[in-house]
């Protein structure tokens, strides 16, 4: 099926464990962005990349690692997971801009990440 | 240092009452100010978007007022239904940013039948 999906939907997880969270677009849209949503924050930008193996940091970078190998995959990476990171996260990915006109952001269904 | 300020965080109006979302900002390089919807369980979904070089936009019963004076931009939502119940969030994005966005802190609107 076309959009954009990410997976786990739920994850339960230990303080100090390594965990991934995986986002997919069958779009071939050229960016994609994690974003974590936090009650009273909103949605703060975690990193986001503009093309295949090209990222950037957004306003809330540490204790992520990011990768994109390939158009379709952004996966999160929580390399050593503490409580502070419990939250929901959304990938989003847009098309490139042509023209000057601004693309919307698409959002996936998120991920609830619980660290214990 | 949140660079887009919404308020107020949450809103309860009576059906047909117009439920009014406010957003502030300081960076006068954002030219693109975008708002999204949020249902629970889901990601949000962009509902309406503005440029600087017009005051007002309306898409349906969602109407967004830019005033780039004061920096300051705001949702209403005429004739609200029990079916606009969601979280809305404004959003800023500078011309040089691609399609990156800053969000603001999100309002959760409530209307009751």
């Known amino acids: 099926d076309a959009g954009i999906t990410q997976s786990p939907r739920y994850k339960i997880t230990e303080t100090g464990r390594q965990v991934t969270l995986m986002c997919h677009q069958t779009?071939?849209?050229?960016?994609m962005f994690w974003y974590r949503q936090d009650l009273g924050h909103g949605l703060r930008l975690i990193y986001y990349?503009?093309?295949?193996?090209?990222?950037d940091k957004g306003e809330v970078p540490d204790g992520y690692v990011v990768s994109r190998s390939k158009t379709e995959n952004f996966p999160l990476t929580l390399e050593s997971a503490t409580r502070s990171q419990t939250s929901v996260y959304f990938c989003?990915?847009?098309?490139?801009?042509?023209?000057?006109?601004?693309?919307?952001?698409?959002f996936g269904p998120g991920t609830r990440l619980t660290v214990l | 240092q949140q660079q887009v300020k919404q308020s107020p965080q949450s809103l309860i109006v009576q059906k047909g009452g117009i439920p009014i979302i406010n957003c502030a900002y300081e960076?006068?390089?954002?030219?693109?100010f975008p708002w999204y919807q949020q249902f629970p369980g889901k990601g949000p979904a962009l509902l309406i978007a503005?440029?600087?070089?017009?005051s007002e936009k309306k898409e349906g019963r969602f109407t967004i007022s830019f005033n780039k004076s004061a920096k300051q931009f705001s949702l209403h939502i005429m004739d609200s239904q029990p079916g606009d119940s969601a979280t809305y969030f404004c959003?800023?994005?500078?011309?040089?940013?691609?399609?990156?966005?800053?969000f603001g802190g999100g309002t959760r609107v409530l209307v009751k039948p």
């Open positions: 990349s503009a093309a295949a193996d090209i990222t």
């Open positions: 989003a990915s847009s098309p490139e801009r042509r023209g000057g006109r601004r693309n919307e952001q698409f």
């Open positions: 959003a800023a994005s500078p011309k040089a940013a691609g399609n990156k966005l800053t």
């Open positions: 960076n006068t390089a954002f030219d693109y």
């Open positions: 779009w071939s849209h050229s960016y």
């Open positions: 503005i440029r600087p070089d017009v």
